[in-house]
C-alpha cells in the first residue's frame, strides 16, 4: 500500500494555536476492553503538543502484541497501568513513523518538515499523535513510513535481550524461537550483527524468510523439537514459550542465558508466574534464566537507526491495513503466528 504525499507545512506552536487548521482528527478509539470490535474509527479532538512535544503527522503505525494486551485487558495485571475499569487513553498504538507539523517551544532538535520515528503513549492510532521530542530520531533515509513504523518496540526489545540482557558476543551461538515474528525477525539479524552463530525457529511456511534473514541455521518446529537434540547454545531468547523451563534449559550450555519473552500467560497474572519461577530457578544453577520488561530509550533508536541505515537490519513486513481497519490488523496480531510485522498505514 502506497504512502499519502504530505506537505511539510507547519509552525512552531503558540500557546493555544491550532497547528492544522482543525480542531479534530480521526482515530481508532475504543472506550472499554475487549476484543477488536471495540475499536472504532470517530473523530476526537486534535492532540497539543506542550513545550517539549512535538505534533507528528503519522504516515504509518505498527502493531504488536502489546497493543492487543492493552485492548483486550487481558491479563487483567495491565490495567494497573493503562485503567482499571476501562483505557485511559482511548487511541491505542504506540509506533509510529510520519513527518513533524508542528513544535512546542522548547523544541530545537527537530523542526516542521522533518521525517521522523519513535513512540508514544498517548495512541498513535490516528491522524496525528503528540510526542515528546526525546521519542523521536530522523527516519533513515532508505526507509519508508511503513518500514521505520515497524521498528520500534520490537526492535528495540530485541536489541536490549541480545545486548543488555545476554552480552552476545562474536562466535557465541544464539536460538531465537519465534524468529519470524516481529521480535524475532529483528534479533535475528541483530544477533547476526554482533557476530554470533544463529539458529532460527519456525514454521515450514516461514523456513526461508529466516533463512534470508541470515540465520545460519533453522528450525521446522513442526519437524524437529530444538529441545531434544543435542545442541546447545550460549544464549536462547524465547519469544514463544511452547515448552517448559526446564525442557528449554536442556537447550543451553552449562554457563548458558535464556531469556523468557512471549509476554503471554495466565489471564490474571500473564507472565508474571513464569518470571518468578525463572528467577528462582537462576539461583539454583550456573545457567542464567533472565526475563526482562523493554524499556524504550533514544539512544537505542538512535542505534537502530545506524543499522537500518547500513543495511544489517531491514524490518520484515507482514502486510498492512488502512486506518479504517485498524480493528482488524489487531485481531491478525491477536491471533499470533505474524510474519515479521503488521502496520497501520494513515
Known amino acids: 500500500m502506497g504512502i499519502k504525499q504530505r506537505t511539510n507545512a507547519g509552525a512552531r506552536l ?23 470490535s471495540v475499536l472504532e474509527l470517530a473523530k476526537v479532538g486534535l492532540p497539543l503538543p506542550g513545550r517539549g512535544d512535538v505534533l507528528v503527522q503519522v504516515g504509518a503505525a505498527s502493531v504488536h502484541p502489546g497493543d492487543y494486551f492493552v485492548m483486550t485487558g487481558e491479563p487483567y495485571v495491565v490495567r494497573l497501568a493503562f485503567g482499571l475499569r476501562r483505557p485511559r487513553h482511548g487511541v491505542p498504538g504506540r509506533d509510529l513513523a510520519g513527518v513533524v507539523k508542528a513544535v512546542g517551544k522548547d523544541v530545537t532538535a527537530l523542526r516542521p518538515g522533518d521525517a521522523v520515528f519513535g513512540w508514544s503513549t498517548a495512541g498513535t ?43 552476545v558476543r562474536p562466535g557465541q ?24 552463530e544463529v539458529t532460527g525457529v519456525c514454521s515450514t511456511r516461514n523456513v526461508d524468510l529466516v533463512r534470508s534473514l541470515g540465520a545460519d541455521h533453522v528450525v521446522d518446529y513442526t519437524r524437529t ?23 528449554v534449559r536442556r537447550a543451553l550450555t552449562s554457563t548458558g542465558t535464556l531469556i523468557p519473552n512471549s509476554g503471554r500467560g495466565g489471564r490474571w497474572l500473564g ?57 482488524d490488523a489487531l485481531r491478525h496480531v491477536g491471533a499470533g503466528h505474524t510474519r515479521g510485522k503488521v502496520v497501520v498505514t494513515v
Open 125 to 167: 492510532l490516528a491522524e496525528y499523535a503528540c510526542v515528546p521530542v526525546d521519542n523521536l530520531v530522523s527516519v533513515p533515509a532508505n526507509l519508508s513510513d511503513v518500514n521505520a513504523a515497524a521498528v520500534p518496540t520490537s526492535a528495540m526489545t530485541a536489541l536490549q535481550a541480545l545486548r543488555d540482557i545476554a552480552n
Open 271 to 327: 507472565p508474571l508466574g513464569r518470571i518468578v519461577t525463572a528467577r528462582v530457578l537462576s539461583g539454583f544453577t550456573r545457567q542464567q534464566l533472565k526475563p526482562f520488561t523493554s524499556v524504550a530509550k533514544r539512544q537505542d533508536l538512535l542505534t537502530l537507526a545506524d543499522l537500518l541505515t547500513t543495511g544489517q537490519v531491514t524490518p520484515v513486513i507482514d502486510c498492512t491495513y488502512p486506518l479504517d481497519k485498524a480493528a
Open 14 to 36: 503558540a500557546p493555544g494555536a491550532s497547528p492544522t487548521g482543525a480542531a479534530t482528527m480521526w482515530a481508532a478509539v475504543h472506550h472499554r476492553y475487549g476484543p477488536p
Open 173 to 196: 551461538t544464539v536460538l531465537v524461537t519465534g524468529a519470524s515474528g516481529g521480535v524475532g525477525s529483528f534479533a535475528v539479524q541483530i544477533a547476526k550483527a554482533f557476530g554470533a
Open 225 to 247: 523439537d530444538f529441545t531434544r537434540t543435542e545442541q546447545h547454545y550460549d544464549v536462547i531468547l524465547d519469544n514463544v514459550e511452547a515448552q517448559p523451563l526446564a525442557a
